[in-house]
């Protein structure tokens, strides 16, 4: 049986999509190795078993779950201590990982305790007799490297966005554990979440980004891309780097080679010339819609649909039109 | 304050790469090579640290090919004190291979920070700081994009999708520095100078127990050209259909 370990994300008590994308990417990885379960480890604060059940409708056989006060934050000792004692049991044939902020930072920990390598940031995978293969990203995403992991148990992170999660219902079968280590004693303390305007939902989880550059002239020009934003009801909004260095908009914002890897359904980019560094950070999105005033900006060379225009005069009539799109 | 820095270095990223014949690895004739742009940002990060602390060093660590030395001079220019390079000419993508290398380049240097690039650009691995923290039984903090390191201790804030979090942790640590954090200093000619003095050793790394290793390489689907739909407000009716009936996003 190749059973599979998935760790799956939370924060702020709440389920990621990525936790469910990972779960989906889970099963796929048990059927090509022949069939096994697939569990899930849900670690949180108080309340987090409650948050359990799309995790079996994704798939999940068993949802082990550690709730404790002391996982209401990251704590990545003491996780990464957990996840490796289920890894060590000899249950699990393959530990996958969300490569996001927190899983990027889990996973090698959990690889070094265990001796084995990591498969980082996969796009996809497939099993090639006792081998992992998968498909990660290298040289700024400019180059496809397929890489085989060859070790026991075999540590695979999926990058965001490559999995959609698919709804495959299990009975919600639950089991409470308990941290390997105590929480308190972990040496690198979370000691504040900082999230923003927690109604917003998260670039990596936004199937529509709209993404302001200089373009928008000023900070406050960005209320166009809430705006848009606000009309899809499911958008997020990014920038460039560019406007990020300007104060703009949080750094935390920035699409692009320095930033945040992003492949929404649709990525609208406003005022963006298409500098090598933010394409690198978007060009796998599956639509692109580029607004821009110069015709020969690199940015129209990837988008599939462009609009040569000034962004400020483009997006509230775009807007407007989605807007009455959505009523009708 | 006793710091080390890890680097990389890594192509010049402007370039269209090529694939070779084999498809074993990507083509390196005519690449220019630079410190990868995170690791610019830890050495950035080191300076500062030990300008504010007044005295201390900084060293550099670097696994990479003989011609690596090139970029731990530049180190040096920029103000690093020493550097070593572990010679390998292989590009490894086993990071934990990478890491025990480096973690016992490390283990006895006593050093209160032990500084890496939140991520290299070409392996895009992410995942040497902290298996070396791990491997060294540090304490690691990754993704920082603001720092604050007094009194044996420190706070720095990381990276998260959509927010940051605030860490706090104890010396010595492991560090992987994000975008954000500082502006990198330029070499002066000064600096240049200088760097030519320091001292740079160089020794062969051992890579053991590879796990992870190239089955090929590709380049990625070229995206199909698009189409301009028009100009100005006037093209936003026909944008709007083209995502509800072709696109199907709206």
């Known amino acids: 049986m190749a059973n599979v370990l998935v760790i799956a994300e939370s924060r702020a008590g709440e389920l990621r999509k990525v936790a469910l994308e990972a779960v989906t990417a889970g099963r796929k990885l048990a059927e090509l190795a022949g069939g096994g379960d697939v569990h899930v480890l849900l670690a949180g604060g108080a309340g987090i078993t409650g948050k359990a059940a799309p995790l079996a409708e994704h798939g999940a056989d068993k949802v082990l779950v550690l709730e404790h006060d002391g996982f209401a934050m990251y704590n990545p000792e003491a996780l990464a201590a957990t996840v490796a004692g289920l890894l060590k049991g000899g249950t699990y044939a393959f530990g996958l990982f969300s490569a996001t902020s927190h899983g990027r930072d889990l996973s090698p920990r959990v690889a070094a305790k265990l001796g084995v390598a990591l498969l980082p940031d996969v796009t996809g995978f497939s099993v090639d007799g006792g081998s992992v293969v998968g498909q990660h990203p290298i040289n700024n995403a400019k180059v496809i490297a397929t890489l085989a992991l060859s070790s026991s148990p075999a540590l695979v992170s999926v990058r965001p966005a490559a999995f959609t999660p698919a709804p495959e219902a299990r009975a919600l079968a639950t089991e409470a554990i308990t941290s ?24 990596n989880d936004a199937p529509v980004i ?17 705006d848009l934003a606000e009309a899809f009801g499911n958008a997020a909004v990014g920038a460039t780097r560019a406007v990020t260095d300007e104060g703009w908009r949080p750094h935390t914002d920035q699409i692009g080679q320095t930033g945040r890897n992003v492949s929404p359904d649709l990525y609208i980019a406003a005022g963006i010339s298409g500098a090598i560094q ?15 005033k110069d015709k020969d900006a690199p940015i129209f060379k990837i988008a599939d649909y462009g609009i040569v225009g000034d962004a400020l005069e483009v997006l509230p009539v775009l807007t407007a039109a989605v807007k009455a799109a959505k009523a009708s | 304050m006793k ?55 900084v060293h550099v660590v670097c696994m990479g090919p003989n011609a ?13 004190d020493s550097g070593v390079l572990l010679e390998s000419d292989a590009r490894n993508y086993d990071g934990l291979a990478v ?21 290299s650009i070409d392996s895009m691995n992410q995942m040497t700081g902290p298996m070396v923290a791990e491997l060294l039984d540090l304490p690691v903090v990754t993704n920082v994009f603001k720092l604050d390191v007094s009194g044996g201790a420190g706070r720095a804030e990381r990276v998260l999708e959509g927010g940051s979090e605030v860490v706090e942790f104890p ?18 000619l000064k600096g240049i100078m200088a760097a030519k003095k320091k001292p740079l050793e160089v020794k062969p790394a051992t890579l053991e127990g590879v796990q992870l290793t190239v089955k090929s390489m590709a380049l990625p689907a070229e995206r199909a050209a698009g189409r301009i739909v028009g100009e100005g407000v006037d093209a936003v009716p026909e944008l709007v259909r083209l995502l509800q009936t072709e696109a199907k996003v709206l």
Not at chain 1, 210 to 226: M, Q, T, W, Y
Not at chain 2, 18 to 37: M, Q, V
Not at chain 2, 103 to 110: H, R, V
């Open chain 1, 278 to 292: 933010h394409l690198a950070g978007m060009r796998t999105s599956r639509t692109i819609v580029a607004i821009n």
């Open chain 2, 99 to 119: 890491a025990r290398a480096l973690a016992a380049e490390l283990k006895d240097g006593s050093y209160d920070l032990v500084l890496f690039g939140r991520v």
């Open chain 1, 210 to 226: 709209i993404a302001g550059g200089r373009g928008l002239k000023v900070a406050e020009n960005f209320k166009l891309c809430e």
């Open chain 2, 3 to 57: 710091i080390a820095v890890c680097i990389k270095r890594v192509p010049v990223m402007e370039v269209k790469f090529a694939i070779t014949a084999d498809r074993s690895r990507y083509e390196e004739t005519g690449l220019k090579y630079d410190i990868n742009d995170f690791d610019l940002w830890a050495i950035e990060a080191a300076l500062q640290l030990k300008e504010k602390a007044g005295d201390g060093t």
């Open chain 2, 68 to 80: 690596a030395q090139e970029q731990i001079r530049k180190a040096m220019a920029m103000g690093a």
């Open chain 1, 180 to 203: 390997a280590v105590d929480p308190a004693s972990s040496r690198v303390k979370v000691v504040e979440l900082k999230q923003g305007n927690t109604d917003k939902i998260d670039l």
């Open chain 2, 171 to 188: 010396l010595p640590a492991v560090l992987t520095i994000d975008d954000g954090l500082n502006k990198e200093r330029l070499p002066s």
